[in-house]
């Protein structure tokens, strides 16, 4: 059986404390990210927001934010996709006023952060997907390699280490981010 949107809505009503995700016809529970990994989102998504909301760019959301992205498929709007993730942020032009439910849109930037459990590929099959259909950058956050991975497409994958500098000059021209302010830092 494959299920729906609407399906999923449903069982959300019925388990508001589930992350669910509906691929190809499938529903996806997700546990909770370890701590790490949504300390830094949660960074990535301030550092953004710093820049995003003084200049009302657009509007920068996280793991919660469910995208209702395009049938793959023509006329099969009942195999559409809801996915979410880790960080994105879509520009004013695109959603001038938010909504209150999913958003039918793929966001300009979206941002996979490897949780503990996580697998590289599937993480970097979910970008592809966005980027196929539309989005302007991906990006992979890896705690346990210390890398940032800025996709685009049709373009070899960049990858950045501390002591560079993360930029997004087709999305947030001037906006800039050193690498190692992701890291959540040790207090003494």
Request: no cysteine; proline share 7%.
């Amino acid at each position: 059986m494959s299920l729906t949107i609407t399906d999923l809505e449903q069982l959300q009503t019925e388990h508001p404390e589930w992350q669910m995700e509906l691929v190809e016809g499938k529903i996806i529970v997700s546990p909770p990210s370890d701590y790490e990994s949504e300390e830094i989102g949660t960074r990535l998504i301030t550092f953004l927001n710093n820049w995003v909301m003084s200049r009302k760019l657009g509007r920068v959301t996280g793991s919660g934010a469910g995208f209702i992205l395009p049938s793959i498929e023509k006329d099969d709007s009942e195999k559409r996709n809801l996915r979410a993730p880790d960080v994105s942020f879509v520009k004013a032009e695109r959603l001038k006023k938010t909504k209150r439910d999913f958003v039918e849109l793929v966001p300009d930037l979206m941002v996979e952060i490897k949780s503990k459990s996580d697998r590289i590929k599937p993480l970097e099959e979910k970008i592809q997907l966005f980027l196929e259909l539309g989005s302007v950058v991906g990006i992979l956050i890896d705690p346990d390699n210390l890398t940032v991975t800025v996709y685009r497409l049709n373009q070899a994958p960049v990858v950045l280490h501390n002591g560079d500098t993360l930029t997004l000059p087709d999305l947030l021209p001037g906006w800039e981010l050193a690498v190692s302010e992701l890291w959540p830092p040790e207090f003494e």
